[in-house]
């Protein structure tokens, strides 16, 4: 064969490989843009909600209204409201995780059972100014508060973070004062309320 056939034949066979590299290029990037194309189907958890407060002998907590603009999208809403009364609504987190928020008035140890999934008791984590029991394994992980007549459990496959903020925006029906009695509950706390908090957070011996 001539020096130039070899040419020849080297020129083609690159131009074949550097078509075949391009294609694949190509169709990675159309399947990413299509993957972060994905839209996520979001559920109005909030008739639920309604009917969980008409059924129910605890306050009802609902998660945070802003983490949709955190990039969290609730998916799913599930009520039961047959036997023990529990509630479930679950959520795609803003870091592409799953988490889910109950609460229920079956018992607790059973609660914790279903919902931790095996995950080991591995302490308490303060959030929201509230002890809650902390649950982890390789996969899955659970915070769990014990109230007086209701079990919230926060529970995914999110890390210890994004449980935490879950956690944190729950909204008790109750909690919240509002119109003027906030607003005297604010002035009260600018008098004489704030100097006893003052006083009460030091140490008893001291």
Do not use: C, K
Request: charged share 25%; net charge negative.
């Amino acid at each position: 064969m001539s020096e130039h056939s070899r040419s020849n034949a080297t020129f083609v066979n690159y131009a074949i490989s550097l078509g075949i590299v391009v294609g694949i290029l190509l169709v990675m990037a159309f399947v990413v843009s299509t993957r972060s194309g994905e839209h996520i189907p979001s559920v109005n958890y909030r008739p639920d909600a309604d009917v969980l407060r008409e059924a129910a002998d605890y306050p009802v907590t609902l998660p945070a209204e802003g983490l949709s603009e955190q990039g969290w999208t609730p998916t799913s809403s599930t009520l039961d409201v047959t036997g023990p009364v529990e509630w479930s609504v679950g959520f795609a987190t803003a870091a592409d995780s799953h988490a889910r928020f109950i609460q229920s008035d079956a018992d607790p140890e059973a609660v914790v059972y279903e919902h931790a999934r095996g995950a080991e008791d591995v302490g308490t984590v303060v959030v929201g100014g509230r002890e809650w029991d902390h649950h982890e394994s390789a996969d899955w992980g659970a915070l769990v508060l014990y109230e007086e007549d209701v079990t919230l459990v926060v529970a995914g496959s999110a890390d210890l973070d994004e449980l935490a903020h879950l956690a944190e925006g729950l909204e008790t029906d109750g909690t919240a004062d509002t119109g003027a009695d906030s607003q005297g509950d604010a002035e009260g706390a600018s008098g004489d309320g704030a100097e006893d908090e003052t006083a009460s957070a030091e140490p008893e011996d001291a």
